[in-house]
């Protein structure tokens, strides 16, 4: 499943170089004179490459409203510094990666990779890094990741990177942290990094820490909105909605078409229960978006409010817009995810068949596409792994359990952290239907443990073990999160049909 809150787009969006502002090439100097004075700089942040001088100025200041959110004032200045210097190849990443829109990214992205033979070294790799991360493909975004740190191991954009490469892709905190530690080290000022600190913190549980960063991200940025919605986002998590929406009211007051902070007002009412005033933000959210990628996400929240409200037909009609939209923009990898978000929906209410017509939709969407060949097979490989769990909710157990037999032949090539996590996922839920307790435990233990769809089939192990005690405990811990999600709402659903069978 796609997740939307609002860390998770800063991280397919957070530009991941430092710029040196010494470096600044004259056009009529030749590559060899370049090449000679690349050498003589300071080899601890990666240097930026142009042709003007104006273009390094607005490619500066573009990456100050990047760090802190602010999409459309950095894609402007990205725009200003590409009209000055129109072979600025990492002036066309930024635009990539403020875009908001597949298919613009990707031509943005296409034009940087062009221009490669006129950057630095270090620039190479961040251009292939970021290229690499549109396209999924997790073991070249690994690879530059290692060769960036080996180059540039005193650049603190290069350690932030790091840091949310393991917070995101491998989901190792303290890796995270340690990363982030060297950040604090090199530039203890260096606001964003407080940022992502923060939300690493509140994913370890550990509020105090958490909450600490957050107000130190304020203290650097007072008259920015990002502080104030990444702090308002901990107060959600943490159940004080009225608190949280003080905060994310901060941000709108600073900057009123902070689309974030509209999602995040409309969540606190989604955990209040009030489903239509939490849509009326989500509304106002995706009108006032320039930027299709919250566009989806405004679409993605109101059905999950419609999942949670019980109305599974709204919910459905919220994402084929979605699905709609994402075709206009031609962005394939949007189409293929709602498809599988509408028959996890579909086959978590009792409707295996329908579910079904979903993820072979998705599958020859895949298939039809001219997607770079390693993006194509890792949506495939979900759309498989979709396919066997619907199988097993259908209760095809049998067909199922052969096809499931090897891990390593539904894996394949996409044998994935991600991936291994949903197979025993899927292991799980078919041990459960067919009576082992111990075993879809077993699995679901390897699962992933932040899925509340995994707390959920947790429970229900325990509870057909006899085990109440541990089975009213998952459920509690569905109850009680606040963490927005198409998961959590069905879990919550099927949380509620539990405590009904118990009275």
């Known amino acids: 499943m796609e997740k939307y809150n609002k860390l998770f787009v800063l991280f397919l969006v957070l530009i991941p170089f430092v710029v040196n502002p010494s470096v600044i090439y004259p056009q009529q100097q030749t590559q060899t004179t370049t090449t000679t004075d690349q050498q003589s700089l300071s080899k601890d942040e990666v240097p930026i490459t142009t042709t003007s001088s104006q273009a390094r100025d607005k490619y500066l200041e573009g990456l100050k409203y990047a760090d802190n959110i602010q999409f459309e004032k950095a894609k402007a200045l990205f725009q200003d510094a590409i009209n000055a210097d129109p072979n600025f190849a990492l002036g066309y990443v930024g635009l990539a990666t403020t875009s908001g829109s597949y298919s613009t990214s990707k031509q943005y992205f296409d034009k940087a990779e062009s221009l490669m033979d006129k950057v630095s070294e270090g620039e190479k790799h961040l251009i292939s890094f970021y290229k690499a991360q549109f396209e999924g493909n997790t073991s070249k975004v690994k690879d530059e990741v290692q060769k960036l740190l080996s180059m540039f191991p005193k650049d603190k954009r290069v350690e932030l990177i790091a840091g949310t490469f393991e917070q995101f892709s491998n989901r190792n905190f303290d890796a995270a942290i ?211 769990y619907g199988m097993v909710t259908a209760n095809k157990l049998d067909a199922a359990s052969n096809e499931l037999q090897s891990k390593d032949q539904v894996l394949g090539s996409a044998n994935t952290p991600q991936n291994d996590k949903k197979y025993e996922a899927i292991m ?76």
């Open 178 to 388: 340690q990363h982030y530690q060297k950040v604090v080290e090199i530039d203890p000022n260096f606001a964003p990094v407080y940022n992502v600190m923060g939300y690493t913190y509140s994913d370890k549980n550990d509020f105090n820490k958490a909450e600490e960063a957050f107000k130190k991200y304020i203290s650097l940025l007072p008259d920015s909105p990002n502080p104030y919605d990444s702090y308002a986002e901990l107060l959600l998590k943490n159940g004080r909605y009225d608190a949280s929406i003080e905060q994310y009211q901060k941000a709108i007051d600073i900057d009123p078409v902070f689309v974030s902070a509209l999602e995040g007002i409309g969540n606190n009412y989604l955990f209040k229960g009030d489903y239509a005033k939490a849509r009326e933000y989500y509304q106002t959210a995706f009108d006032k978006s320039p930027s299709l990628n919250w566009k989806y996400a405004s679409l993605y929240n109101e059905a999950v409010s419609f999942v949670r409200e019980g109305n599974i037909t709204n919910a459905l009609n919220a994402l084929d817009k979605r699905i709609s939209l994402a075709e206009n923009d031609n962005s394939i990898p949007t189409v293929v995810g709602t498809h599988n978000m509408e028959g996890f929906i579909l086959a978590e209410n009792g409707k295996p068949d329908e579910a079904m017509k979903h993820f072979d939709m998705a599958s020859e969407k895949i298939e039809s596409s001219n997607l770079p060949d390693n993006l194509k097979d890792n949506l495939m490989s979900d759309v498989k792994l979709n396919k066997l």
């Open 428 to 503: 799980g839920l078919l041990s459960l239907k067919q009576n082992k307790f111990d075993d879809a435990l077993s699995h679901f233990d390897k699962a992933d443990n932040e899925d509340p769809m995994t707390w959920y089939y947790q429970a229900m192990a325990y509870q057909k073990k006899g085990d109440t005690q541990k089975a009213t405990q998952l459920i509690d811990k569905i109850k009680q999160s606040n963490q927005n999600s198409v998961e959590l709402a069905v879990a919550n659903n099927h949380a509620k049909e539990i405590v009904a069978q118990t009275k």
